[in-house]
């Protein structure tokens, strides 16, 4: 599918699971939200009832900035996949604390077991304490970038031949069979890939490889400058067209756009200065040790890095139809998906669902989509 088709598509909807402790703000404002397997099985449903087709489950190894405690990412997506009925879920995992057989294996048993609805986001990782106190080796940047390559390159082998090869230089594969193999039909060869970053490692990895590209919170000209980056990429690769692309953004609808900013005012104002300071710390080291300087978080301001993947730069703060009607202006230039984060969970998405997705269907139709491709709203799902 070329890039203009995927405009004709239906934008698709993710969210940030919580299941690390702390929510998705560094603040001390009021987060009703928990990161409990019981809150996020009635949210997972929430979510798919009201339109969602993703939801990416974080990966924290130690507690670090505010993430006290934490659910491991892999088996916290297999029990959301099987108490939903439709929701895919994309688990995050770490290439140099995985060995890609065996997360492949793991996979292709998820897959079975959901019907088809797991994915993987590999995360390179910036956090070095995460393997250093595990007694792992912390890899040079774009070396960390080029392992991912090679995990990569190993789990479609693994999933899509009889016989896996692999020669690499992090990972060897010598004549390996997986069987089964995951679920596969027309459009979906192996379980959905994604990989994010802003290096120009991460481009890399993203325009040769990967399915998905997360993208941290980005203006229009920041989101376009990296697709225009990665078609550029994906058509050196030979590749027909680049990955299909998600924004991260943090949402926050009100009635109101003064209530929409108050709430953000409010947020940064109540910041946790110490976890912010050190993540932001932690975070800049990691991208500027790039070989360009151009890693994520390597321009974020404080108030950037009160939302971790900098959610406010994408500007989903507003009433229903401002929202709708900036979120359908990213589509136009190329995004695919929305990964929205939220305050009060349960809360605000249910209403991002109810008020604003309905609106972004009506602007995509007058665009031009066809009303039929629309996807239809869960009929029953129990809380």
């Known amino acids: 599918m070329t890039r203009a088709d995927r405009t004709r598509e239906p934008l698709r909807f993710a969210y940030w699971v919580p299941n690390v402790s702390g929510g998705l703000v560094t603040s001390t404002i009021e987060q009703r939200t928990d990161w409990s397997y019981e809150y996020n099985r009635d949210l997972a449903r929430i979510a798919e009832r009201v339109g969602f087709e993703y939801a990416l489950s974080q990966v924290r190894y130690t507690a670090s900035y505010g993430a006290e405690f934490q659910h491991e990412s892999t088996s916290f997506s297999l029990a959301l996949l099987l108490a939903t009925e439709r929701l895919k879920l994309i688990a995050a995992v770490h290439p140099g604390l ?163 900013q108050d709430v953000l005012r409010e947020i940064v104002a109540k910041a946790h200065v110490e976890a912010v300071e050190g993540f932001g710390a932690a975070v800049r080291q990691a991208g500027q040790s790039t070989s360009d300087k151009r890693g994520m978080w390597a321009d974020s301001s404080f108030e950037d890095l009160v939302q971790y993947n900098d959610g406010f730069r ?47 269907r009506e602007l995509e139709v007058r665009d031009g989509l066809d009303p039929a491709l629309v996807p239809a709203p869960l009929a029953h799902v129990d809380a």
């Not at 040079?140 to 016989?163: C, G, M, N, P, V």
């Not at 040769?208 to 078609?231: A, M, T």
């Not at 998600?246 to 926050?252: A, C, M, R, S, T």
């Open 98 to 260: 995985w060995q890609p057989g065996v997360l492949a294996k793991w996979i292709a048993t998820a897959d079975h077991l959901s019907g088809g609805r797991v994915a993987v986001n590999v995360v390179s990782g910036w956090f070095k304490d995460e393997f250093t106190q595990l007694g792992e080796p912390w890899l040079e940047h774009d070396e960390r970038y080029r392992r991912s390559a090679e995990f990569i390159t190993a789990l479609k082998r693994i999933w899509t031949e009889d016989q896996a090869e692999l020669a690499g230089d992090f990972y060897r594969l010598r004549g390996f069979s997986l069987k089964p193999k995951p679920l596969s039909w027309e459009g979906r060869p192996h379980p959905e890939i994604f990989q994010g970053g802003n290096s120009s490692a991460a481009r890399r990895n993203g325009g040769r490889l990967s399915d998905w590209y997360f993208s941290n919170g980005k203006s229009f000209e920041g989101v376009q400058e990296q697709l225009d980056d990665l078609h550029r990429i994906a058509a050196e690769a030979g590749r027909i067209d680049g990955p299909k692309f998600g924004l991260n953004g943090f949402v926050i609808v009100r009635d109101t756009e003064k209530e929409a």
């Open 314 to 360: 994408t500007r989903l703060i507003g009433t229903p139809e401002q929202v709708a009607e900036r979120i359908v202006e990213y589509k136009r230039i190329g995004v695919d998906l929305i990964l929205g984060g939220f305050l009060h969970y349960q809360e605000d998405l249910e209403a991002f669902g109810r008020d604003v997705i309905p609106i972004v």
